[in-house]
């Protein structure tokens, strides 16, 4: 089956070119603007939505980290799955006696020290290969267990076919669990990492929409698959992660300010402009999809407003236009953070809370230090 988002690729290209020319107009009357195109952030846009294609490697290569077979000859899979969940279990016991190894140790005397300095480094190696290990697992099997073929495989005794209601159900459904998943994405430090990649640009226009994540397998908790147990096709899922993802282009725009009576229920450029600003009253808001609704329902909403132009990019920007950089930093600096930490709640908290509560944790550690 035809990826539909892979095949209007012309569409996105020509669309793009005729936005540059435009914008390129607007800068000569009006000066330039953080929409412009401009060489290496363009480059690394584009970069980032060509490696985004392996995304279906990614997931495939993350199924054999499930831990037991959820299909037929899964078996091989299955004992790659337990080998991980063992390593991440023997790194967590080992990281647990470190802890209290290092500190318990007598720093008074060179032997104590050398003890706990001992004790730190199988520490440091010890979270890191728990958290990795137990992350990659966890959500290898939430995504096996909730796939669209194998809901539809054990649900199949209702097909709803290929009329109405099956696609009314399919793309309400997939805008819903988006904007949670989303949502997530903002608010959870290991999500935030997946995620990060497509809010590193300082430039808003449409070839932003293509900055997407490599890992993005790693970052689904809402199942989108679910409308294949009441009898929703697979392939009618899939076209509606297609269409939902083609809509979400467009709306990366500076051209269009207003779309009138629709920016009540559609997400719009205005709308998102918002989502990908880095201003504090922006933060954290209009995460929907196709429909704006759910921020309105969920608390979520915030309008653009004139007096204050939208800043685009990081709260603190990576300032690299280094593919591998911008794929990896929030990994990088989470485990890091990981590695440093001396007690569990840390280290979970390093992952599972949202990154301003790990950036500002990380400022009291390092003051504490000095």
């Known amino acids: 089956m035809i990826d539909l988002s892979v095949a209007v690729t012309p569409a996105y290209f020509a669309s793009m070119a005729w936005e540059k020319k435009a914008l390129e107009r607007r800068a000569e009357a009006e000066g ?23 995304s279906p490697v990614t997931a495939w290569l993350a199924s054999f980290a499930v831990p037991f077979a959820t299909t037929k000859g899964r078996g091989r899979s299955g004992r790659i799955g337990k080998v991980v969940l063992g390593v991440a279990v023997t790194a967590a016991v080992a990281t647990t006696v470190a802890d209290r190894v290092a500190r318990s140790a007598d720093t008074a005397t060179e032997a104590g020290r050398r ?8 520490a440091e190696v010890g979270g890191v290969a728990t958290i990795a290990g137990a992350g990659v697992v966890l959500t290898a ?5 909730t796939s669209a073929s194998r809901l539809w495989k054990r649900g199949r005794r209702r097909d709803l076919g290929t ?9 309400t459904w997939w805008d819903f669990a988006y904007y949670w998943n989303h949502r997530f994405m903002h608010q959870i430090r290991a999500m935030w990492a997946i995620h990060v990649v497509h809010h590193s640009s ?34 009618i899922i899939e076209t509606s992660r297609a269409i939902n993802l083609i809509y ?15 920016e009540e229920v559609l997400n719009t450029p205005s709308h998102h402009r918002v989502h990908h600003g880095s201003n504090q009253r922006y933060l954290d808001r209009n995460h929907g999809g196709i429909l704006i609704v759910w921020d309105r329902l969920f608390g979520t909403f915030t309008r653009e407003r004139a007096e204050e132009p939208v800043v685009y990019g990081l709260t603190t920007n990576i300032e690299t236009y280094n593919w591998w950089t911008v794929a990896t930093h929030e990994y990088r600096d989470m485990f890091r953070e990981v590695a440093a930490s001396t007690n569990w709640r840390d280290r979970l908290q390093f992952v599972l809370r949202g ?7 990380r400022a009291e550690l390092a003051a504490a230090d000095d």
Do not use: C, K
């Open 32 to 54: 330039p603007s953080s929409a412009d195109y401009e060489q290496p952030d363009t480059t690394t846009s584009l970069g980032m939505g060509v490696l985004s294609l392996t």
């Open 163 to 171: 009329g109405v209601l099956p696609w009314a159900i399919a793309m």
């Open 115 to 122: 003890l706990r300095g001992r004790a730190r480094t199988v």
């Open 141 to 145: 099997t939430t995504a096996q267990l």
């Open 202 to 235: 300082e430039h808003y226009n449409l070839s932003t929409a293509l900055r997407q994540p490599v890992a993005g397998a790693f970052g689904v908790w809402v199942p989108y698959g679910l409308p294949a147990a009441v009898g929703v096709r697979p392939s």
């Open 248 to 262: 979400q282009y467009w709306i990366h725009t500076d051209m269009v300010q207003s779309i009138g009576a629709g």
């Open 355 to 361: 990154p301003g509560w790990a950036y500002r944790r």
